[in-house]
């Protein structure tokens, strides 16, 4: 069974700072792919990056990256210059790289950017 | 391009009674998903349909719930009878088929049961 862990509920920033959300994964599959999606308060769940599990380098997306660290089954993204736009919950996820590809989620982090 | 569409946007309803939602995924996904996220947790899901065809339904209460994916375009999500722990968004996805397409999301339907 695959299992997401994000451990910090709530993240508080100051606008343009770099910020951190943590995820550890667990997974007997040997080819898995990691997700993060932001959740606004109007509710819809926005694509951000994605991570195969056999890509050497991490994966960036304009203000973000997911510092990938297989050995330790840590993902984290990392938000570079924040923006008050950012404020939002996070959810890491993962799935299967064969057969049904279904998203096991977190339990999310809500992050809030202060002016 | 058009995102995922759902509807309705709210839904109220009591317990016992019957509800349904609608999903038009994206113009060309062949994968389609109906997540139930209740509140301050993440999505689980409750059905994958790849075409037509279910793919994973492991987690649908089938007791209660029914889904279906005619002609492997719309898909209607059905709970019939509702019960108090059914009170969540439910989001629909879809993604194109291939290895880890990112799945993306309609804005959700919000239920809340009475």
């Known amino acids: 069974a695959q299992k997401i862990t994000q451990t910090q509920p709530g993240m508080f920033v100051q606008e343009k700072e770099a910020v951190t959300l943590d995820c550890t994964y667990d997974?007997?599959?040997?080819?898995?792919?990691l997700f993060w999606y932001k959740q606004p308060s109007s509710g819809e769940m926005i694509f951000l990056i994605y991570q195969g599990s056999y890509d050497q380098q991490n994966a960036t997306e304009g203000r973000y990256s997911l510092n990938f660290q297989k050995a330790r089954k840590s993902a984290n993204l990392v938000i570079s210059a924040s923006q008050l736009g950012d404020s939002a919950m996070y959810f890491c996820a993962m799935s299967r790289i064969q057969g049904a590809q279904k998203l096991v989620f977190g339990q999310g982090t809500r992050l809030t950017i202060n002016p | 391009e058009a995102g995922v569409a759902q509807s309705p946007r709210y839904k109220i309803i009591e317990k016992r009674q019957s509800v349904a939602f609608w999903c038009n995924p994206i113009s060309g996904h062949a994968t389609l998903y109906w997540y139930q996220q209740i509140l301050g947790q993440g999505p689980k899901l409750l059905i994958q349909f790849q075409n037509n065809g279910v793919v994973d339904d492991s987690q649908l209460p089938k007791d209660r719930f029914s889904a279906e994916r005619l002609k492997g375009v719309d898909s209607t999500l059905k709970i019939q009878p509702a019960k108090l722990e059914d009170s969540a968004v439910y989001l629909c996805?879809?993604?194109?088929?291939?290895?880890?397409?990112?799945?993306?999301f309609g804005d959700g339907t919000r239920l809340s049961i009475l």
């Open positions: 997974t007997s599959d040997p080819s898995y792919g």
């Open positions: 996805a879809s993604s194109s088929f291939g290895v880890n397409q990112p799945q993306h």
